[in-house]
């Protein structure tokens, strides 16, 4: 790591800290001895979401995640589950050509997951994903599964 002041090629670490996904690095140039801060973060998957009203927004893994946690609520579903669901979608976007996705086709793709998780999860994701337009449309929902 090059320093930032003089620009000299060697820095040592002199501290390191790990924050939610990223490690924090305190850094000090062997030449200069200032000190300065670096932040490594894993790759961000590239992925546009278009929304229905053709909005582009980035996606995020952390709303994702949240979404599928609040289906999974009082479910015996455990973390490392919800994360490798999340895991499992994002790798079936990245198989997509395209890195635009629209935001239905993500929740169809948690919805398929959910459901072969847990039926209870799967109901309560789907219905604020697809806010199902009128109880009848639900209730079709519902009988599907016990079939
Ligand atoms: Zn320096």
Do not use: H
Not at 44 to 64: C, F
Not at 118 to 146: C, G, H, P, T
């Amino acid at each position: 790591m090059k320093c930032i002041y003089c620009g000299n090629r060697e820095t040592r670490v002199a501290d390191k800290r790990d924050i939610k996904d990223s490690t924090r690095r305190r850094r000090e140039c062997t030449k200069c001895r200032k000190r300065f801060t670096t932040y490594e973060a894993p790759e961000s998957v590239n992925i546009t979401i278009v929304k229905k009203d053709s909005r582009r927004e980035p996606y995020q893994r952390e709303k994702l995640t949240k979404g599928i946690r609040i289906a999974c609520q009082k479910r015996p579903i455990s973390a490392d589950r919800i994360e490798k669901i999340v895991a499992d979608v994002e790798n079936s976007i990245k198989e997509r050509k395209s890195n635009e996705i629209p935001s239905q086709m993500v929740g169809e793709l948690v919805m398929k997951k959910l459901k072969s998780t847990d039926k209870v999860a799967y109901i309560r994701f789907a219905s604020v994903y697809r806010s199902f337009e009128d109880i009848n449309e639900f209730e079709k929902e519902v009988r599907a599964l016990k079939k």
